[in-house]
């Protein structure tokens, strides 16, 4: 006998779990820039069926982290410094709106959830766990974003935080680089659980401060003397 289908809830659930694991695989460059994947391969690597690896590429396309290339396969998109810039433009607007938002319309469960997250992140600056620090940020992006409640910015934003995830674990996760990420993260974090509107914006200002100027260096370094 056949096993049944999945009902639609828990199809939904298995697709998240695959976006999840191979979203982090690509951010971390466990599937590097230009590799060729199939739905076969990353479904027998991953341990999940076709269908849901399946609607989780189509999801990460969407994304820009994948192309999806008819009859030949899907490749992880190139890191691209300029887009990267292009991209922070538009992010620093939503991030500063939804940031303040978040600090004004949190629950009493999020502000927890938020205070936790900021010392999760002043223990990554003493440990420079980079994956730590990175499924971190992740949980940080989501809670602002559900905090904020406006699903506008949450559909801008989910096509932004994977590039921008994956480019700074690329960048800028050295040695000096991780520890003062997590501190802006975690000023971001603080202030969004304290309610403090103004302080969120603030905060959310200094990180892309500080994102921009780690990307523009990349740049900087890249050109030819």
Known sequence: MRGRRAPPEAQATLTEQAYRAIEEAIVTLAVPPGEVVSEAQLSQRLGFGRTPVREALQRLARERLVRILPRRGIVVSA??????????????????????????????????????????????????????????????????????????????????HGLSRRFWFIHGRGPAGLPAAAAEHAALAR????????AAAAASDALLDYIEAFTRATLEAGRPS
């Open 191 to 198: 202030a969004v659980a304290a309610g403090d509107a103004n």
């Open 79 to 160: 890191v691209d410094v300029g887009e990267q810039l292009r991209l922070l433009e538009v992010r620093r607007e939503i991030e500063r709106l939804i940031a303040r938002t978040a600090a004004r319309r949190a629950d009493e469960a999020q502000r927890t959830r938020f205070r936790e997250i900021a010392a999760g992140m002043e223990a990554v600056a003493d440990s420079r766990d980079a994956t730590q620090f990175l499924r971190l940020d992740r949980a940080l992006n989501l809670l602002v974003l559900e905090a904020a409640r406006n699903e506008f910015a949450a559909a801008a934003m989910a096509l932004m």
